[in-house]
C-alpha cells in the first residue's frame, strides 16, 4: 500500500507584479518523503515553498496540505526560512528562538509553561545542541544558528517539515553534517527542502523536483564511479540523472551551476 | 550635584520633572526596545510629531472652548493611539505605501496642533513649549497619567510577550504559528504612542525620539536577551533623564536639549567601547 498523499499541488501557478514565477505545477508527496526542490535562482523555488507552507496564497490552481489549505495546516508544518531573512544582531538567545516554535501549541498568554520548554530543549538536543540556549544566537556560527532555525522548526511538533535553502552559505563539510542531520529526521518526519546544490542534495533525498517556472520531477540513479571520479574526483556525491517528465516540461532548460550535478 | 539635591528639596516643579522622568522611563525603556529591535524608529517619528495634533486641539478645546477638565497630554494621547491605527492599517491592508503614509502624519499631526496653538492665546510660548518641552508644565495630573501608561504598558507586555517577541523577530514565522500579526503589531503602535506622549512635556516632540531609541540601542549592545536590554534601557533612560535634568539646572540650559545631548553622547561612547570590544573579540585565536 502506498503512502498517503501529504501535499497536492494541482496546476498551481503564481506571479508577483511581474511575469509568472510559476506555472502549471502539479506534484504530489507523500508521507516518509524527502524531497528536494532544485533549480537555478528565480526560478520558484522559494515561491513555491512559501505557497505550500501558506504563506503566500497562489493565483492559479489548487494546493492542498493534509487535505486542507495550508493556512489551515499551518500548524502541523515546521518551517525554516532562509536565514538572511532575519536580523542577526537582534537580542535574542538560541533557546527563546526555538522556544518560538511552541506558538499555536502551547501557553497563548503570559510565561511559556514547562511542557513547552521540554518540547524547546528536546529539540536542541535532536539537532545536536543540547548545550546553547543561553547563547546570544550572533554568538554562534553559521551552521549552529541553521540548527537553531531547525530546532524551532522541530519544536512545532510537524508533520511536514519545509526548509528553505537551509545551507546556503555553509561550509561543504558543515553542510554534510546538516544533510546527515535531516537523513535521520526523515526516519519520523516528511520533509520538503529547497536548495540551489543538487550535489549534496541528491545524497540524501527520496525525490528531486525540479523547478524553473514549472516543475518536473527527477528520478535518482546512482552514476557510476568512474563518472564520478571524473566530476567529482574522490569526493563522495550522488549524481542526480535527470528524467524529466516532459508533460510539465515547457521552457524547461536550466542550468544547476558549477559543482553540482550532471544532467544526463 | 548637592547643589540639585537642595533644589529639589525647595522647587516642587523639580521633583514634578523628576517624577516624571523616571515614571517615562519606564515605558520608554520598554517598549523603546521593540521600536529599535523592529526597526521601526522612522514610525516612531511619525507617531511623536503627529501627537502636537492632538496637544493643539485640547489645548484650544481647553483654553478657548472652557473645557477645564481636558488635558493636553490628553489629546496627546488620542492622537498618538489614531496615528498608531492609521499606520497599523496601512501596515496590514492598505494599497498606498507606507513611508507616504508615515511622512503625510508627521507633517499633517504637527500642521494640525501649529494651527490650533495659533488661533489659542498664548500661541507663541505653548508651542514652542510641546515642540521642544518644558519641564514646568509638569503637573500632578500628568504624573498620575503617566503612571496609568506605565501600569498599561507593562500589564501588556507580560501578557502578550511570546507573540511580541515572535513578530519583532520573525513575523513571518510568527504569522504561520497563528499570531494575529497585524493586531500585534498594531498593539505595539499603539504602545509606542503611548510611551512617547510620557515623554513629550520633558523633551518636546521634536526630540522625544532620541530618548525612546538610543537608551534601547546602547542597551542592546551590551545585553544577550530582549528582556535584559528592556531592563537595562528603562535604567539608562532614568539615569539619564535624571542627568539631563541636573546637568541643565546646573548650567541653566534648557532641559530637553540637555537630555538629548547627554542621551547621544552615552550612545556614541557605548558604541565605542562595543566596537573595540568586538575587535579584541575577533583578534582572540
Same mark, same amino acid.
Given at each position: 500500500?502506498?503512502?498517503?498523499?501529504?501535499?497536492?499541488?494541482?496546476?498551481?501557478?503564481?506571479?508577483?507584479?511581474?511575469?509568472?514565477?510559476?506555472?502549471?505545477?502539479?506534484?504530489?508527496?507523500?508521507?516518509?518523503?524527502?524531497?528536494?526542490?532544485?533549480?537555478?535562482?528565480?526560478?520558484?523555488?522559494?515561491?513555491?515553498?512559501?505557497?505550500?507552507? #501558506?504563506?503566500?496564497?497562489?493565483?492559479?490552481?489548487?494546493?492542498?496540505?493534509?487535505?486542507?489549505?495550508?493556512?489551515?495546516?499551518?500548524?502541523?508544518?515546521?518551517?525554516? %526560512?532562509?536565514?538572511?531573512?532575519?536580523?542577526?544582531?537582534?537580542?535574542?538567545?538560541?533557546?527563546?528562538?526555538?522556544?518560538?516554535?511552541?506558538?499555536?501549541?502551547?501557553?497563548?498568554? #503570559?510565561?511559556?509553561?514547562?511542557?513547552?520548554?521540554?518540547?524547546?530543549?528536546?529539540?536542541?538536543?535532536?539537532? #545536536?545542541?543540547?548545550?546553547?540556549?543561553?547563547?546570544?544566537?550572533?554568538?554562534?556560527?553559521?551552521?549552529?544558528?541553521?540548527?537553531?532555525?531547525?530546532?524551532?522548526?522541530?519544536?512545532? *511538533?510537524?508533520?511536514?517539515?519545509?526548509?528553505?535553502?537551509?545551507?546556503?552559505?555553509?561550509?561543504?563539510?558543515?553542510?554534510?553534517?546538516?544533510?546527515?542531520?535531516?537523513?535521520?529526521?526523515?526516519?519520523?518526519?516528511?520533509?520538503?527542502?529547497?536548495?540551489?546544490?543538487?550535489?549534496? @542534495?541528491?545524497?540524501?533525498?527520496?525525490?528531486?523536483?525540479?523547478?524553473?517556472?514549472?516543475?518536473?520531477?527527477?528520478?535518482?540513479?546512482? @552514476?557510476?564511479?568512474?563518472?564520478?571520479?571524473?566530476?567529482?574526483?574522490?569526493? !563522495?556525491?550522488?549524481?542526480?540523472?535527470?528524467?524529466?517528465?516532459?508533460?510539465?516540461?515547457?521552457?524547461?532548460?536550466?542550468?544547476?551551476?558549477?559543482?553540482?550535478?550532471?544532467?544526463? | 550635584?548637592?547643589?540639585? &539635591? !537642595?533644589?529639589?528639596?525647595?522647587?516642587?516643579?523639580?521633583?514634578?520633572?523628576?517624577?516624571?522622568?523616571?515614571?517615562?522611563? $519606564?515605558?520608554?525603556?520598554?517598549?523603546?526596545?521593540?521600536?529599535?529591535?523592529?526597526?521601526?524608529?522612522?514610525?516612531?517619528?511619525?507617531?511623536?510629531?503627529?501627537?502636537?495634533?492632538? &496637544?493643539?486641539?485640547?489645548?484650544?478645546?481647553?483654553?478657548?472652548?472652557?473645557?477645564?477638565?481636558?488635558?493636553?497630554?490628553?489629546?496627546?494621547?488620542?492622537?498618538?493611539?489614531?496615528?498608531?491605527?492609521?499606520?497599523?492599517?496601512?501596515?496590514?491592508?492598505?494599497?498606498?505605501?507606507?513611508?507616504?503614509? &508615515?511622512?503625510?502624519?508627521?507633517? $499633517?499631526?504637527?500642521?494640525?496642533? $501649529?494651527?490650533?496653538?495659533?488661533?489659542? %492665546?498664548?500661541?507663541?510660548?505653548?508651542?514652542?513649549?510641546?515642540?521642544?518641552?518644558? &519641564?514646568?508644565?509638569?503637573?500632578? #495630573? *500628568?504624573?498620575?497619567?503617566?503612571?496609568?501608561?506605565?501600569?498599561?504598558?507593562? +500589564?501588556? @507586555?507580560?501578557?502578550?510577550?511570546?507573540?511580541?517577541?515572535?513578530?519583532?523577530?520573525?513575523?513571518?514565522? +510568527?504569522?504561520?504559528?497563528?499570531?494575529?500579526?497585524?493586531?500585534?503589531?498594531?498593539?505595539?503602535? +499603539?504602545?509606542?504612542?503611548?510611551?512617547?506622549?510620557?515623554?513629550?512635556?520633558?523633551?518636546?516632540? @521634536?526630540?522625544?525620539?532620541?530618548?525612546?531609541?538610543?537608551?534601547?540601542?546602547?542597551?542592546?549592545?551590551?545585553?544577550?536577551?530582549?528582556?535584559?536590554?528592556?531592563?537595562?534601557?528603562?535604567?539608562?533612560?532614568?539615569?539619564?533623564?535624571?542627568?539631563?535634568?541636573?546637568?541643565?539646572? !546646573?548650567?541653566?540650559?534648557?532641559?530637553?536639549?540637555?537630555?538629548?545631548?547627554?542621551? +547621544?553622547?552615552?550612545?556614541?561612547?557605548?558604541?565605542?567601547?562595543?566596537?573595540?570590544?568586538?575587535?579584541?573579540?575577533?583578534?582572540?585565536?
Amino acid at each position: 500500500m502506498s503512502a498517503p498523499c501529504i501535499v497536492r499541488a494541482d496546476a498551481l501557478g503564481h506571479a508577483y507584479d511581474g511575469p509568472s514565477v510559476l506555472q502549471d505545477v502539479t506534484f504530489e508527496l507523500c508521507e516518509g518523503d524527502f524531497a528536494a526542490v532544485v533549480g537555478p535562482n528565480g526560478g520558484g523555488k522559494s515561491t513555491l515553498a512559501r505557497i505550500i507552507v #501558506g504563506l503566500i496564497t497562489p493565483r492559479r490552481g489548487r494546493v492542498e496540505v493534509f487535505g486542507s489549505s495550508p493556512r489551515r495546516a499551518s500548524l502541523d508544518i515546521g518551517y525554516m %526560512p532562509q536565514h538572511t531573512s532575519l536580523d542577526p544582531l537582534f537580542p535574542i538567545t538560541a533557546g527563546e528562538v526555538v522556544l518560538m516554535g511552541r506558538l499555536g501549541r502551547g501557553s497563548r498568554l #503570559g510565561p511559556w509553561g514547562s511542557r513547552d520548554r521540554d518540547v524547546a530543549t528536546a529539540a536542541l538536543r535532536d539537532v #545536536g545542541l543540547p548545550d546553547i540556549a543561553e547563547r546570544r544566537l550572533d554568538e554562534l556560527s553559521g551552521g549552529q544558528r541553521r540548527r537553531v532555525l531547525l530546532a524551532r522548526a522541530l519544536a512545532t *511538533e510537524p508533520r511536514l517539515l519545509v526548509l528553505d535553502e537551509p545551507t546556503a552559505g555553509l561550509d561543504p563539510s558543515v553542510q554534510d553534517e546538516f544533510y546527515a542531520l535531516l537523513r535521520e529526521l526523515n526516519r519520523n518526519l516528511t520533509i520538503l527542502m529547497v536548495s540551489h546544490d543538487t550535489s549534496l @542534495v541528491s545524497r540524501s533525498v527520496t525525490r528531486v523536483f525540479c523547478v524553473n517556472g514549472t516543475l518536473a520531477e527527477h528520478c535518482l540513479t546512482e @552514476v557510476p564511479d568512474d563518472w564520478r571520479e571524473l566530476f567529482y574526483g574522490p569526493r !563522495q556525491v550522488r549524481l542526480v540523472r535527470h528524467d524529466h517528465d516532459h508533460t510539465h516540461d515547457h521552457d524547461h532548460g536550466h542550468d544547476h551551476g558549477a559543482g553540482s550535478s550532471s544532467h544526463d | 550635584m548637592t547643589e540639585f &539635591i !537642595q533644589a529639589l528639596e525647595a522647587f516642587p516643579f523639580l521633583r514634578l520633572a523628576l517624577g516624571a522622568g523616571l515614571l517615562a522611563s $519606564v515605558s520608554c525603556g520598554v517598549v523603546g526596545t521593540f521600536v529599535v529591535t523592529r526597526r521601526m524608529t522612522v514610525v516612531a517619528g511619525s507617531l511623536a510629531h503627529s501627537v502636537l495634533g492632538g &496637544i493643539g486641539a485640547a489645548h484650544y478645546l481647553h483654553v478657548v472652548r472652557g473645557w477645564t477638565w481636558l488635558h493636553p497630554l490628553h489629546g496627546a494621547l488620542f492622537a498618538a493611539l489614531l496615528a498608531a491605527m492609521i499606520i497599523g492599517w496601512v501596515r496590514d491592508r492598505g494599497r498606498e505605501r507606507e513611508d507616504t503614509v &508615515i511622512s503625510a502624519l508627521w507633517a $499633517v499631526g504637527m500642521a494640525t496642533g $501649529v494651527l490650533f496653538l495659533f488661533r489659542t %492665546p498664548g500661541y507663541q510660548a505653548d508651542l514652542m513649549t510641546y515642540l521642544f518641552g518644558n &519641564i514646568v508644565v509638569v503637573d500632578p #495630573g *500628568e504624573l498620575r497619567l503617566l503612571v496609568g501608561v506605565d501600569v498599561i504598558v507593562l +500589564a501588556v @507586555v507580560v501578557a502578550f510577550w511570546n507573540p511580541l517577541l515572535a513578530v519583532s523577530y520573525d513575523e513571518e514565522f +510568527a504569522r504561520l504559528r497563528g499570531v494575529n500579526v497585524p493586531a500585534v503589531t498594531t498593539l505595539l503602535l +499603539a504602545l509606542t504612542g503611548l510611551a512617547i506622549v510620557t515623554l513629550v512635556a520633558m523633551v518636546g516632540v @521634536v526630540m522625544v525620539i532620541a530618548l525612546v531609541t538610543l537608551p534601547a540601542a546602547t542597551a542592546g549592545r551590551f545585553t544577550r536577551r530582549l528582556s535584559h536590554t528592556m531592563v537595562a534601557a528603562v535604567i539608562l533612560t532614568a539615569l539619564l533623564t535624571t542627568g539631563g535634568l541636573a546637568l541643565s539646572f !546646573q548650567a541653566d540650559l534648557p532641559t530637553g536639549a540637555t537630555t538629548i545631548m547627554l542621551t +547621544a553622547s552615552v550612545y556614541a561612547l557605548a558604541h565605542l567601547v562595543s566596537a573595540g570590544r568586538d575587535r579584541v573579540r575577533r583578534r582572540r585565536p
